[in-house]
């Protein structure tokens, strides 16, 4: 079946850029589905980044959008994400995730990574 | 900056009925957009429970169950378990400021 690891640096340094790469095995990233990040900072609750599409078109949380980038590689059946200008309130653990849609019941997360925790500090 | 608000715990004795609520706007749920909820077990990434407002995937247990009316939401536990004992949000999309997925702000439910 369809799985999505994470991977990238665990530390990133304050006004830096995170990067992670969330790699599809088992499945096509050419499928009809958006492909997400989510966030969760430690003790706290779910934050949408962003998605990408295998075509490259992208949506982002307004509030992110001026520091975010999504992108996407099929030959390698993954896609990544950066997020620039970090500070200690980017601390959090990133998931990748596989949104779907059926007909009348919109788009929802039916597969997550197991998340990576990325930390900002010098 | 969720805006989906749920209340941040409710806890029931086992064999009890929960209810969590999942309180939006005209932008997002009474807009007529979806919602979703995932469970969160301790130290793992969450798991799918409704879709579609209603709908269970397979293998979720029929004691969860949801609903939409207006701008809200709800997800109900019947027949409380301890393996219940978990955080659950909910989800949908917002078309203000550009459209956005959106997580409500999530509620710990405990079994007494």
């Known amino acids: 079946q369809v799985q999505l690891q994470e991977s990238g640096p665990g530390l990133v340094k304050p006004s830096g850029t995170l990067a992670l790469t969330c790699a599809v095995s088992g499945g096509s990233i050419s499928s009809s589905n958006w492909w997400s990040w989510v966030r969760q900072p430690p003790g706290k609750g779910l934050e949408w980044i962003g998605e990408?599409?295998?075509?490259?078109?992208?949506n982002y949380n307004p509030s992110l959008k001026s520091r975010v980038t999504i992108s996407v590689d099929k030959s390698k059946n993954q896609f990544s994400l950066k997020l620039s200008s970090v500070t200690a309130a980017d601390t959090a653990v990133y998931y990748c995730?596989?949104?779907?849609?059926?007909?009348?019941?919109?788009?929802?997360?039916?597969?997550w990574g197991r998340g990576t925790l990325v930390t900002v500090s010098s | 900056q969720s805006v989906l608000t749920q209340p941040p715990s409710v806890s029931g004795a086992p064999g009890q009925r929960v209810t969590i609520s999942c309180t939006g706007s005209?932008?997002?749920?009474?807009?007529?957009?979806?919602v979703h909820w995932y469970q969160q077990l301790p130290g793992t990434a969450p798991k799918l429970l409704i879709y579609?407002?209603?709908n269970r995937p397979s293998g979720v247990p029929d004691r969860f169950s949801g609903s939409k009316s207006g701008s809200s939401a709800s997800l109900t536990i019947t027949g409380l378990q301890a393996e219940d004992e978990a955080e659950y949000y909910c989800?949908?999309?917002?078309?203000?400021?550009?459209?956005?997925?959106?997580f409500g702000t999530g509620t710990k439910v405990s079994v007494l």
């Open positions: 990408i599409y295998h075509s490259g078109s992208t």
């Open positions: 579609g407002n209603t």
């Open positions: 005209s932008s997002n749920i009474g807009a007529g957009y979806d």
């Open positions: 995730a596989r949104y779907i849609a059926v007909a009348g019941s919109g788009w929802y997360i039916d597969l």
């Open positions: 989800q949908s999309y917002d078309s203000s400021l550009g459209g956005s997925r959106i």
